[in-house]
């Protein structure tokens, strides 16, 4: 209700403003009695951390009018109503659309788009100034049924090692949920599509390496119980959880950045809204300066071209996507498979 509403003060880098918060005490994770109030807190809280990962990037929110357990929807464009203060800029889709998306470029941004009913920030993986060239290789570790956090480690540690052999630094978080997150700074020099090949490369090489835990296959039959690198995450306006962003879990657990050091030992249901302030105040940011010193993909785009003279094409693209030039099938293979078998009949 209306005079439900509060005003918080939220510091940030131009002085500190005043947000306004309506229906404070709604209730937004049911299971872990989290409410809206809370949700505005927990962002003023990380609000610089949250800031540097995520903001100076287009960014999607993810809102849910109705709380984790009801509907969703992803918002791009400025909503109506955005404060002066919060600016977006074009960007253009895999379509070949052009639209405003917004930025975040200060805590108090973060805290309206709560007011908003957001809890998943998608940062792009490229800066608002250079929306076309990404700098940061994004690598999404999917556990697939009958595996877990716990499987995704060892990949993750095998994967910093196979970024060290090429000049990259690895940055880990949690998902906020089964998978693991490593994000690495690059040089803003390359399209989307390049980025993407890098990754598949390195995605491939992790897999020739350790194929009984690691998968680039893109068709989930085909991928058994191994850990999948989504190497779809790569593409234009495909995005993650961002640094310290809020998940639509039962315990409301944040994508949470961690030092390599405590992976093996971290349990990622322990970082939540309550809990990662104050681990964040004790242990600092484990990603503070991540931009400091970018690496180059070009060694991992000598693999994917030596990959291609060894007859690995492109991988499928996301069903919503245009169809690209020489991209494999998107029929299932099972499906493709009865349909050859009726033909053959």
């Given at each position: 209700?209306?005079?439900?509403?509060?005003?918080?003060?939220?510091?940030?880098?131009?002085?500190?403003?005043?947000?306004?918060?309506?229906?404070?005490?709604?209730?937004?994770?049911?299971?872990?009695?989290?409410?809206?109030?809370?949700?505005?807190?927990?962002?003023?809280?990380?609000?610089?951390?949250?800031?540097?990962?995520n903001g100076?990037?287009?960014?999607?929110?993810?809102?849910?009018?109705?709380?984790?357990?009801?509907?969703?929807?992803?918002?791009?464009?400025?909503?109506?109503?955005?404060?002066?203060?919060?600016?977006?800029?074009?960007?253009?889709?895999?379509?070949?659309?052009?639209?405003?998306?917004?930025?975040?470029?200060?805590?108090?941004?973060?805290?309206?788009?709560?007011?908003?009913?957001?809890?998943?920030?998608?940062?792009?993986?490229?800066?608002?100034?250079?929306?076309?060239?990404?700098?940061?290789?994004?690598?999404?570790?999917?556990?697939?049924?009958?595996?877990?956090?716990?499987?995704?480690?060892?990949?993750?540690?095998?994967?910093?090692?196979?970024l060290g052999?090429?000049?990259?630094?690895?940055?880990?978080?949690?998902?906020?949920?089964?998978?693991?997150?490593?994000?690495?700074?690059?040089?803003?020099?390359?399209?989307?599509?390049?980025?993407?090949?890098?990754?598949?490369?390195?995605?491939?090489?992790?897999?020739?390496?350790?194929?009984?835990?690691?998968?680039?296959?893109?068709?989930?039959?085909?991928?058994?119980?191994?850990?999948?690198?989504?190497?779809?995450?790569?593409?234009?306006?495909?995005?993650?959880?961002?640094?310290?962003?809020?998940?639509?879990?039962?315990?409301?657990?944040?994508?949470?950045?961690?030092e390599w050091?405590?992976?093996?030992?971290?349990?990622?249901?322990?970082?939540?809204?309550?809990?990662?302030?104050?681990?964040?105040?004790?242990?600092?940011?484990?990603?503070?300066?991540?931009?400091?010193?970018?690496?180059?993909?070009?060694?991992?785009?000598?693999?994917?071209?030596?990959?291609?003279?060894?007859?690995?094409?492109?991988?499928?693209?996301?069903?919503?996507?245009?169809?690209?030039?020489?991209?494999?099938?998107?029929?299932?293979?099972?499906?493709?498979?009865?349909?050859?078998?009726?033909?053959?009949?």
């Open positions: 209700m209306a005079g439900d509403a509060i005003e918080l003060t939220v510091p940030g880098p131009h002085g500190d403003r005043a947000v306004r918060l309506s229906s404070p005490t709604r209730v937004i994770w049911p299971e872990a009695g989290v409410t809206k109030r809370e949700l505005a807190e927990y962002l003023v809280a990380v609000g610089a951390a949250f800031i540097e990962a100076d990037r287009p960014v999607s929110l993810q809102r849910f009018p109705g709380g984790v357990d009801g509907e969703q929807f992803f918002s791009k464009n400025p909503p109506k109503g955005a404060p002066e203060w919060v600016r977006s800029v074009p960007v253009t889709y895999p379509s070949g659309r052009t639209h405003p998306q917004l930025v975040l470029d200060e805590p108090a941004a973060a805290v309206w788009a709560a007011q908003m009913n957001t809890i998943v920030f998608h940062p792009w993986a490229s800066r608002a100034h250079r929306s076309d060239l990404p700098d940061e290789l994004r690598i999404d570790l999917d556990p697939q049924p009958g595996t877990g956090f716990a499987e995704a480690v060892p990949v993750a540690l095998a994967l910093r090692e196979l052999e090429v000049g990259l630094t690895g940055y880990v978080k949690s998902s906020g949920s089964r998978g693991i997150h490593v994000f690495a700074p690059i040089d803003p020099e390359h399209e989307f599509l390049d980025v993407r090949h890098a990754v598949i490369a390195l995605g491939r090489e992790l897999e020739r390496r350790l194929p009984d835990e690691v998968t680039t296959n893109w068709w989930k039959e085909e991928r058994g119980d191994r850990i999948f690198i989504d190497y779809n995450q790569a593409n234009r306006d495909r995005t993650m959880a961002g640094a310290y962003s809020p998940r639509p879990t039962p315990d409301a657990t944040v994508s949470c950045p961690l050091s405590e992976l093996e030992r971290t349990d990622p249901a322990e970082h939540t809204i309550r809990t990662v302030p104050a681990r964040l105040a004790e242990l600092g940011d484990p990603w503070a300066g991540m931009h400091d010193r970018p690496g180059r993909i070009d060694a991992l785009l000598e693999w994917w071209r030596r990959d291609l003279d060894d007859g690995l094409g492109e991988l499928p693209f996301p069903p919503d996507f245009p169809k690209m030039p020489g991209e494999p099938t998107r029929v299932q293979p099972s499906r493709a498979k009865k349909a050859d078998d009726d033909s053959a009949g």
